[in-house]
């Protein structure tokens, strides 16, 4: 079945850091992958998304890269800031008819001043 | 993209009774679907509600458990059954928005504890 190998948390980073938060998936056919973000008390925003393979999805200075030949799809950002701490899910959706989003375990990211 | 309200927002409940959470979505969709995050975990699909039919449980859930209904292509509630403090979660509701290229709205979720 598909499933989601996210990095492992919780990161701490200080701010102006170089994120990547590392995700590579399995999964029928070629599904789409997306980013969803969840800052504390809130629920999940979508971040970024990528529907094909080399297609890069971009967001709030996050980038992803769809990675077919290493099945990856890694979450960047070259500056972080404090307001970035939250807690991040790789996930994707099998384009198979079945709709429905497989999560990652999800990565806790902090970031200090 | 879609607006989803969700309600209530949080709640505590005494075990052995039951919560329905609902979903309202500003504009009509085909499928909505029903998430439980536990405390620290990531979110696990719980049911796809369509409209007219029986929603489709995932493995693990059953509809005794966690009944859904489906009235119309806006609406959908999800009931929480004879809870105990395992099902201490936040619930999360989901549609599928073509505004978003396939990508999937949430609701603000409901934050339930179970004493």
């Known amino acids: 079945g598909d499933s989601v190998t996210q990095m492992e948390g919780p990161v701490t980073l200080s701010e102006e850091a170089f994120l990547t938060i590392n995700c590579t998936y399995t999964?029928?056919?070629?599904?789409?992958l997306f980013w969803y973000v969840q800052y504390p008390g809130e629920g999940l925003q979508l971040l970024l998304k990528?529907?094909?393979?080399?297609d890069k999805g971009s967001n709030k200075g996050f980038e992803a890269t769809y990675r077919k030949e290493t099945t990856s799809f890694h979450l960047e950002k070259g500056s972080v800031q404090v307001s970035d701490s939250a807690v991040y899910f790789c996930a994707l959706v099998s384009n198979f008819g079945n709709e429905k989003l497989t999560f990652g375990t999800g990565t806790r990211l902090t970031i200090i001043p | 993209s879609a607006v989803i309200s969700q309600k209530p927002s949080r709640d505590i409940c005494q075990r052995g009774t039951s919560l329905t959470i609902q979903c309202q979505v500003d504009s009509q969709v085909t499928m909505m679907f029903w998430y439980r995050q536990q405390p620290g975990q990531s979110l696990t699909l719980i049911a796809t509600?369509?409209?007219?039919?029986?929603?489709?449980?995932e493995s693990g859930f059953v509809i005794d458990k966690f009944p859904i209904s489906r009235p119309n292509l806006t609406f959908s509630t999800l009931t929480v059954s004879n809870m105990s403090p395992e099902d201490s979660s936040i619930y999360l509701c989901?549609?599928?928005?073509?505004?978003?290229?396939?990508?999937?709205?949430f609701g603000s979720g409901t934050r339930l504890t179970v004493v």
């Open positions: 999964a029928t056919g070629y599904p789409s």
């Open positions: 509600a369509n409209q007219g039919s029986e929603a489709t449980y």
């Open positions: 989901s549609v599928v928005s073509p505004n978003l290229g396939y990508g999937y709205t």
């Open positions: 990528a529907t094909k393979a080399d």
